[in-house]
């Protein structure tokens, strides 16, 4: 079995590093494939009206994302300091708490969303040509959430019992299935955002059982166990989800800022530059989930090796582990950067036509809007290693910052300073800041 060869208290911290980080980073770039997809075909069988309208939906879908990831990290580190222990009954109620508690808050959210779906895509900014396309996306996206909430917090279990290429392939597979959904929905069919919603919701679907299939039956240690519907039970299940999400709530930040992006991105873009403004700012959004995951693998990767070893009191192997993420989050975050700058014609034909207005603000601006990813990855990773070592304040400060205090003023202000310009550069700004504190908090705290 793959799992008899991770042994996350022993083994060379940069071989452990090696196992998690590839198929970790693979899977996370297949997510990325699903939303990519969803955008090339949307922006080239529907066009720029369709680019905008996905991304006023996909806004408050962040939250509800960044919930999954916050459950997830936080019953990763409570399960991988019980297995250190020896405790692995209590890990394991603790994962079968997790997901049923997430499941049950994410059926009211959507629930919630759903009844007036119109009013929902009209709060979150969509206007005139935009309310419709946008009231179709919702719709039929939005129910796939609840196995997406399955797949977000039963992948960090799966990568903890030992099987990292497993969670690859359940996002893999779910990549490649909305690849060839969406081309058929849209093309052959002419669904429109109708079909991209489907074929999201289809491959995200699969997504999840696959990783409660693995719970159920295939897991080794962390095999989902029955939970008694009492009273008592209920009372524990809430204790055990308010810890977990208390440990992993910088996680959600971290998507929230990805939705807080995207919502104040959309009401600035729509201020000063219109429709085209919004499309061009979609296609620079629909490629923020590659650098986001990029930091996300690194972070995931890194964790359960720190909190196994944090659990044992190893601190020699966290500080190497954290060293040897931070090292890669700068090398990858160079990386990306340069290709942005570089190709920003290409990466925008690959969602509309290079002769629209709205592609020509989004050339003229992509590289501006690359200046944050190695600000963002960095961030990302050291976030996720406070998250690991269960030190909750700093890495909630830090979220709060890159999502909330930097970013909003960051976004009003830069527009007012330099034109256009300072609307892309505004994340830029938010992430440099949040750097610069994090640097200053490691100098006055050795």
Known sequence: MESDKINLGEQSVSRLFRLYFVPTLLGMLSLCIVTMADGIFVGQGVGPVGVAAVNIVFAPLMMLIGMGLMVGIGCSVMASIRLAHGEEQKARLGVSRALAGATV??????????IRPAATVKILGASGQLVAP?????????PSMIANMWSLIGLFVVRLDGSPRYAMWCNVVPGLLN???DWVFIFPLGMGLMGAGIATSISITVGGLMAIFYLWGRAERLRLISLPFSCDELAELWL???????????AFLGEATMGMVMLTGNIVFMHWLGADGVAAFGIACYYCPFFFMIGNAIAQSAQPIISYNYGLDLLDRVKATERIAIQTALAFGVTVTAAFILFPRIMVELFIAADSQAAILAIEGLPLFAACIVFFIFNVTVIGYFQSVERVWPSVWFALMRGVLFLIPSFVLLPHLLGTPGIWLALTLSELLTT???????????
């Open 179 to 181: 690849i060839l959904l």
């Open 436 to 446: 610069a504190a994090i640097l200053t908090f490691y100098i006055v705290r050795k």
């Open 240 to 250: 055990t989800l308010r810890y977990q999400m208390r440990i992993g709530v910088s």
């Open 134 to 142: 946008a009231i179709d996306y919702l719709v039929w996206l939005t």
């Open 105 to 114: 808050i994410c059926v009211a959210i959507v629930l919630l969303m759903l």
